[in-house]
């Protein structure tokens, strides 16, 4: 009986494959890195983005109670706007758009900020019925521009193509 001899064609079949199964976990590996790292950037970006908010609006919550105290110290009295806008006019960036409505702005950050607008009411005591929340939201202050052309084909190559039909 002779020994049965393996063929060169077997054995470079099997290295190809391995190599080719090596190379495709390289390559998922790969993507599962860069995936990640893609991951790990954006919850940073929320992380910031969220941390911002919360500091402007517990600013702005402490700016409330401010305005709560002021409103609960000249309840009842016979001048209590009056009162009210000679304490608060200008201290922490409050102003008044009416004799009735105040507002302020707490930055967010360089692009947003925090909008709050506040319409007193000429209530007796009750800390609850001092005032009413008109405005609480969170506005843009850089200002988009969509009409930012991007430059795709140069007017010289696009006038040899319309000028070819």
């Not at 006019?89 to 009416?98: L, N, R, V």
């Not at 607008?117 to 019925?129: E, V, Y």
């Not at 001092?130 to 006038?159: C, F, R």
Request: aromatic share 8%.
């Amino acid at each position: 009986m002779q020994p049965r001899r393996k063929s060169f064609l077997s054995t470079g079949i099997t290295s190809i494959v391995l190599i080719f199964v090596l190379l495709c976990l390289l390559t998922f590996a790969v993507l599962s890195v860069v995936s990640a790292r893609a991951d790990y950037k954006l919850s940073e970006k929320n992380t910031t983005r969220t941390t911002e908010y919360y500091e402007a609006e517990n600013t702005a919550n402490d700016i409330l109670l401010k305005i709560s105290t002021v409103l609960s110290t000249h309840a009842g009295s016979s001048a209590y706007l009056d009162d009210v806008r000679t304490d608060l006019d200008g201290t922490d960036g409050i102003s008044f758009s009416s004799a009735s409505q105040l507002q302020y702005y707490v930055t967010i950050n360089e692009n947003q900020r925090l909008f709050v607008s506040l319409l007193l009411t000429n209530a007796s005591s009750d800390t609850a019925g001092l005032y009413q929340i008109k405005a609480w939201k969170v506005e843009n202050t850089h200002e988009w521009n969509n009409d930012t052309p991007v430059p795709v084909l140069g007017s010289d190559e696009m006038n040899e193509l319309l000028s070819e039909e």
